[in-house]
């Protein structure tokens, strides 16, 4: 069995990895760490979770995780992880990041996230979307990608590998669990329902992986929508003036891409977020703009799980050897 | 394996049960019928069941699905349940009918449900409330509860137990799904968000299973809520003169009634639909009024699953020696 | 011109007497006190309010509220309202208080709301529910009644007043603006959606006001549901031996009772939060369980404005001899 | 009084019209029509509408409604529109249209509506867009815009005068309302909630509309969110080389545009769905992407109001020779 540590067990992405690993035939959750809850029983503060998990929230120094877990989940929110992962590594435990401190580069994060990265090492992180990196597989760090551009980069990333891509723009919109647990302003219900909250429409910073990872014109605008999860992405990809084809072309692009990707799902029609619901798919479908350059494309995710802690579970599969199913293998929960 | 068939495949309780068979570890799935999608596959029907079903919706007759099947799904509407169960009995399959026809003795559902009961025979099913009725290990035939009742008995059945209950007025509010998956006035999304529609205030038929079940006087009434799936009932308990307990005797009371019952989460607090969606649990929690001869305890199930298809798949256990978790051990879908 | 005074202009129903305030023919808001957004725009703090007010946020002593007004709103949170009562009557402005403060006798006050009345006279305000209490026309102080009390009282006064009514259980399902503009666990959109939440389940304050008002034995339970405005009011009533009727003669009794009442609107079947949504309506219907000594009666209002600011305006319609619908006549926002 | 005739009065937009008339102050509506409900009063079939409207649903000869009305609104479904027109303009009714039937030339409506245009005549309707087309003062014939188009062409106008736009992507998610009164799938509650609906990505007709009011290279995507009323568009607006522009600039362009126009209120954020909520408002935000050529504008309008009933009722206020304001003067339901 496989021992996973959790640090960050109480927000959403934490507590979306217990329930997972907790279906897991290979793992064991070895520790779950939370400064609030300490000493709590997981399944006290998290009912849902009754009577699955017998642990109680630890709030334990980092080399104890380390030698607890053979794979520690990093799910503390960004600028915090970096005070974990030196460690972590250091004692020969391999990591799992979900915040955005090991996505890019220290000098583009410093830039972008607009702080001082804690460490020292500029660490060759693999980027965890795991259908375009099956390189995770031999990685000990894994920096997994963010909810958008997971839903983002896989709508397109078999066009632009095509070389027929000019210009694309996400139009985003995602259920509110990915603003976390903590009440907000955006999160009040009578501000949200009835609603939908353009956000951060020109200065995400989850743009900077996504043109990391396709190196064509992106425009990124996110939105929250009265749903609790789920992200649909609408991608309206301009082509060049080479790039014109027929639907049949496009799938077999599409198709040919994804060939072997068991959680990417072709679809006929547009995507449904009912039907990725609590499950590690993404579904993609997309139509050609007739006498028109653009194509629409458009991608469905579970935020918490193809978005976070499926995604991030997917890795440790592969890094560990197993079928990247394990754990993760189930129908979506519609209606 | 437990062959098991499906008739009426394509409504929200048949689907339920294909999503919940697919994940059960002794079961396969050899018939779902549907005359409307005959010949269509399942999952393209239902695209959340991609790729994990590849059967075709068939339209064929009883006893083909009686001889193809261990156990027989019954998920048509009242009325139409009672034209396939004598055929499937008669040829030695098990059935398990979620509909209302063989939950009351003819003469009662004729009256109750105003239509001519069919089967020639009053067949002596068990009433499939699992943690009252362990003789569904035994029966044949197992009329599985209406999902209302299942909420609802589930939640005072310890205290009429005690013979200190008078009176009980269950108010139940519960989510659209249990209307069903065609379109209608009352599931049109303008007229239900910002909402909550009571219907059939004094008569609604669900309430004589309760009192079959309870003996005290027993009050109803439904509501829809603007949620998919749930049912959360709210039951005002007035006891006798004799009645008066602290809420330690209450705790022991339904501790000891609950003990070994494994899909029973007792509460501190009040239950959320948010902790059994998608699971089989019924969550219940109790709070007795100050001064008074009152007792709230109100109880939270999904009415797709402990209410409906979990309910029925805990009975097929039961009746083919599995454990009575096999299939339907997993936290609830939250947030 | 009356000249209005509004104590609390932030919370939901501060706002709500600002918004309807400023659709009233004879009232010219003449100041809009909070501290926290003392000397913002109303408008720039709540756009929906643009252009319609040009006001900022005042915070002043009491004493010049009063001079500045007619009539001042007390919108403040209970146990804040008594500290400008005094000095607002001392000074001969009238005054209509919509917190709990001058709804009950101080003895009351002090053992339900737990907390010390510091109002050192007993005032004999008028219990503002405006169709039982015709006297708010010659008072100088209105306690204006609880959201919930409001709804169930009108439901079931007539009946009370037959002198039929043995016991009366009202279930109630609010929208979550009731529980005010703060982002909380309760108002979090995952905590809400696809949820109905009980709480205060058998303690909650208002029960007071109901007992206050219908002498029979009543028990109430509230629950959140998900949807901004409106409150359903689910009553169970149930009649003494002598009080069993006909639906003409029920019918006869809401429709003699409730004759004049223009804000009452009897209903045909069971009244839709749709109907009352942005009015001062309340909407009331019923129906007799066969064969049984129960009648349910349901009845919506939107909870801030017959709930709250309407049913405050309403009063002081009367209290200054205007028409009673003046400022509030218009049909709901539906769907 | 204007007499005013409503044709297809028991729609969503049929049903906006009376309830916005009723409140004005210089209208009487004259007579209702709906074949399905005739001779029913149209406050028992809409009861938010009683007691404010004492008429039944009429079905009559459209010479009669000529007769009756100096003003006839049409609003039954496009390709009904034409059936009505030609005779109550020969009568000469003044007609506002809500349909698409008027607002294209008839060649071009013929091409993408996919039907024979039956009217004999070209007619020289004005386009309603009150902002953009004062000559409705003038008109005989309004062609009202569609509901996308109104909140899509508001939102970028003052930008394409200025000669800097390259391109236009229009994201618009609409409340499931624009769907009308008749459920559907896509109004059936379990699949919007928790959900958002993208349909005819590449091919909404409304697209025509864009540009013939625009000029520039405009490409439109619908979805349909979890609310009832109101429509969201972002639009990711591409200038050209000479285009950059500083946030002041151009604030002056949008405010100098806008500058009479007492229904476009310009935000310093990004607008909301509930500020507009049952108001004629059209709500306008922008950002300027930093190191791109990439602003992004944001409008909000009710789909209901100045996507539909009420922008007719600003056209009607302008023939007449009336206050535009007129009827529609009113803040925003929130929350």
Not at 65 to 76: K, P
Not at 147 to 157: E, K, Q, R, S, W
Request: charged content about 25%; glycine content about 8%.
């Amino acid at each position: 069995m496989i021992k996973a540590g959790i640090i960050g067990g109480a927000g959403y992405t934490g507590l979306e990895l217990v329930r997972l690993l907790l279906m897991h035939p290979e793992v064991k959750i070895s520790v779950v760490t939370s400064r609030r809850y300490k000493g709590k029983k997981v399944s006290d503060v998290n009912p849902h979770l009754f009577p699955f998990i017998e642990l109680e929230y630890e709030d334990v120094y980092t080399e104890e995780i380390a030698d607890r877990s053979d794979i520690a989940f990093v799910a503390v929110p960004h600028g915090s992880a970096m005070e974990y992962v030196p460690e972590l590594m250091a004692r020969g435990t391999r990591v799992i990041d979900l915040s955005a401190d090991y996505r890019l580069k220290k000098a583009d994060y410093e830039r972008i996230y607009k702080r001082e990265h804690k460490d020292r090492e500029e660490r060759d992180a693999v980027y965890g979307l795991t259908e375009l990196h099956p390189e995770v597989a031999d990685a000990d760090l894994v920096a997994n990608p963010g909810c958008y551009p997971t839903g983002a980069i896989l709508a397109v990333a078999p066009l632009v590998k095509e070389g027929i891509v000019k210009q694309v723009v996400f139009d985003s919109k995602s259920g509110i669990s990915g603003g976390g647990v903590e009440p907000s302003e955006r999160s009040h219900f009578p501000n949200l329902a009835e609603n939908i909250i353009p956000y951060e429409v020109t200065s995400h910073r989850h743009v900077a992986e996504m043109r990391n990872e396709l190196h064509v014109k992106v425009s990124f605008t996110p939105h929250v929508i009265p749903s609790i999860r789920g992200i649909l992405t609408t991608a309206h990809v301009f082509l060049d003036d080479s790039g014109l084809k027929t639907h049949a072309e496009l799938e077999g692009i599409y198709k040919q891409f994804y060939d072997d990707k068991i959680f990417i799902r072709l679809k006929r029609g547009t995507p449904s977020l009912s039907s990725v619901r609590g499950t590690n798919f993404c579904d993609i479908g997309f139509e050609i703009e007739e006498k028109s350059d653009r194509i629409v494309v458009v991608s469905a995710i579970d935020n918490l799980v193809k978005g976070g802690a499926g995604q991030a579970i997917q890795n440790m599969n592969l890094m560990f050897g197993l079928d990247e199913r394990e754990g993760l293998w189930s129908p979506g929960l519609a209606p």
